[in-house]
């Protein structure tokens, strides 16, 4: 068991449109975890959808396709209804994984496993929008998730997001956002992920 099995994080995140991103760094987890962190996450919301941008502090390496976890990528994971009464994926739920730089062909893609009979067709690739800033001791990648992305994103009826990450990293060990995947399976546990209010 770790320290942050004990709690459920609940946080205030800003309205971003795009950027920028005053006031949207996500708090670190690593030291609760028992984790090294090497990323910073920064988030906000609008009506159009969520935006992030994410600093790596060490330079690209490697990205795979479809062992992505074997490489630099990032998987964020969205409950558009923050659902926390469910013990699997429901309809609402969301899993993405992007890479710094594509492979074979693949930069982004929606990756949700559905347990139950509630699902969703999978988003369009195309509607996502991704810029990375490739360093040679760092990088960035500024990432918008537009709302038709997103199924049953509506601010107004549910001014909340479920959200967690987890960032893989060539070679070394990934950084998680209040949920390790060494002990749960993240994608099945929305239950599990932080409650994202949106402030005004």
Not at 17 to 37: C, I, M, Q, V
Not at 90 to 102: A, E
Request: aromatic share 16%; net charge negative.
């Amino acid at each position: 068991m770790l320290p942050v099995d004990f709690f459920r994080l609940s946080l205030g995140v800003p309205y971003v449109k795009r950027e920028p991103f005053k006031g949207a760094l996500l708090p670190d987890t690593s030291a609760l975890l028992n984790e090294e962190p090497f990323a910073q996450v920064f988030l906000g919301w609008s009506e159009e959808g969520v935006s992030l941008l994410v600093k790596v502090n060490q330079p690209f390496q490697e990205s795979f396709y479809p062992d992505y976890a074997k490489g630099d990528s990032m998987e964020f994971f969205f409950d558009t209804r923050d659902v926390k009464s469910a013990g699997y994926a429901t309809g609402f739920c969301h899993h993405f994984i992007l890479l710094p730089q594509p492979a074979y062909g693949i930069r982004v893609q929606e990756v949700t496993h559905f347990r139950s009979e509630e699902s969703h067709p999978l988003c369009d690739p195309d509607l996502i929008e991704v810029e990375s800033d490739m360093g040679r001791k760092h990088y960035e990648m500024k990432i918008f998730f537009p709302s038709a992305a997103l199924h049953g994103f509506d601010p107004v009826q549910c001014p909340r997001l479920g959200f967690t990450y987890k960032l893989n990293r060539y070679q070394g060990a990934p950084q998680h956002f209040t949920l390790s995947s060494v002990l749960y399976n993240i994608g099945q546990q929305s239950s599990l992920w932080a409650s994202l209010h949106f402030l005004p």
